[in-house]
Nanobody
Framework: HVQLVEPEGGSVEAGRSLNISCVAS????????IGWFRQVPGKEREGIAS????????HYDDSVKGRFAISLDNAKQSVYLQMNSLLPEDTAVYYC??????????????????????WGQGTQVTVS
């Protein structure tokens, strides 16, 4: 049984760091694709970080490459997004997502929200 639960996000000043987490029951110990997405009002949900729990390197959207890092902790069944050098434009609701195959299809599928079957409830991150 897969369940994704995100604790509260946070508010930080621009230039600071924030680590958000997602308890991903049934995902981290199995071969699932894991993604972090974010959404601002009036815009589509966009994929920003992706990794395969079964191994391999993580992938990042250009907007966060070099600043954000996705990781997982199998013992805690959790997925993390470490966000550094935050910018006001990083303000959004952040979602973790999981799917068996999203990151194993063509290269663009890992960024397509429609490819992910399981979702966290979302957490607000505000950068001022």
């Amino acid at each position: 049984h897969v369940q994704l639960v995100e604790p509260e996000g946070g508010s930080v000043e621009a230039g600071r760091s924030l680590n958000i987490s997602c308890v991903a029951s049934g995902v981290t110990r199995n071969a699932y694709c894991i993604g972090w997405f974010r959404q601002v009002p009036g815009k589509e949900r966009e994929g920003i970080a992706s990794m395969y729990a079964g191994g391999g390197r993580p992938h990042y959207d250009d907007s966060v490459k070099g600043r954000f890092a996705i990781s997982l902790d199998n013992a805690k069944q959790s997925v993390y997004l470490q966000m550094n050098s935050l910018l006001p434009e990083d303000t959004a609701v952040y979602y973790c997502a999981a799917d068996r195959f999203a990151c194993l299809k063509e290269s663009g599928s890992r960024w397509d929200q429609n490819e992910y079957h399981y979702w966290g409830q979302g957490t607000q991150v505000t950068v001022s």
